[in-house]
């Protein structure tokens, strides 16, 4: 060291102290980023999980309905209620996500499942490209 050197008269420890926390921080940063990915794409999925169930009570709601207005006129027609359904899911606007429905009769019970994915924003950079939220509503199948 030259005596102009402003480090001269400091100890060696006191000059290396930042080296310990640019190290601190490379650790520290990726940390922070999965935290905020967590909740910023833990968000996407609620979001998802929402929509799946607003979807899957209106397609069980139209499916039942058909059904109803079936048993009223003495012609029970429980798959024309499970076509109403999906025809309802299909016909569903939902913005930003995908969905995949399906409608399952069992006895008098109609029961519609609807899956909806929906891309990350943050955790897309490790590798984790969709979440999904999926929600499950029956109805029974009766005249009203």
Known sequence: MSPSDPRAGRPASIGERGASLSVAAVVL???LILAGGLAVDGAQQA?????AHAVAASAAR????EASAAELVGRPDPVSARRAALGAATA???EGATMRARA???AQRLTVTVDA???TVILSAVGLDTVTGSATVSCLLMAR
Request: glycine share 4%; proline share 5%; net charge positive.
């Open 117 to 119: 994915t929906r891309a």
């Open 62 to 65: 139209t499916g039942c309905e």
């Open 92 to 94: 569903a606007r939902t």
């Open 104 to 106: 399952d009769l069992d």
């Open 47 to 51: 979001r998802a999980r929402r929509q």
């Open 29 to 31: 940063l990726p940390c």
